[in-house]
């Protein structure tokens, strides 16, 4: 994202503490089951506590997507994204059918985003240099 755009500094402001209410909530989360071993609804909303937050910041990408006004930062935005989809979705395909065939051990469906935002990142990575040599 262009921080130098009014709707990337409005990304920035509300994606940092998306993000550090994500880093409580997974400390908080592992330290309470780690201390309480919960059980029942305690253990379901103490599982769910980190991916609220995650949530949190998929809605600030999508303000992000809705309020750049620049289209062709939102174009290589998107594009970036279908990159990082296809990575994920490539990926976790292939796991899966060697998961399946017991090559590999089982891998936490949370892994998905993260797949997605590595990819996405790579993505905007190749893009930026492309454009460094073109210019």
Do not use: N
Request: positive net charge; aromatic residues 14%; hydrophobic residues 55%.
């Amino acid at each position: 994202m262009k921080a130098h755009t009014a709707a990337g500094r409005r990304y920035t402001r509300r994606f940092m503490p998306t993000m550090a209410a994500y880093v409580v909530a997974i400390l908080f989360a592992t330290w309470a089951m780690k201390t309480w071993h919960p059980t029942g609804a305690l253990l379901v909303a103490l599982s769910v506590l980190p991916a609220l937050p995650i949530i949190g910041v998929i809605a600030v990408i999508g303000l992000y997507l809705v309020e750049e006004t620049d289209e062709y930062l939102r174009t290589r935005i998107v594009q970036a994204m279908l990159v990082g989809l296809g990575f994920m979705l490539a990926f976790t395909s292939a796991w899966g059918f060697m998961e399946e065939g017991g090559v590999l051990p089982h891998m936490p469906a949370y892994f998905a985003f993260i797949l997605w935002c590595f990819g996405w990142g790579v993505a905007q990575c190749v893009q930026s240099f492309r454009d460094r040599r073109a210019a």
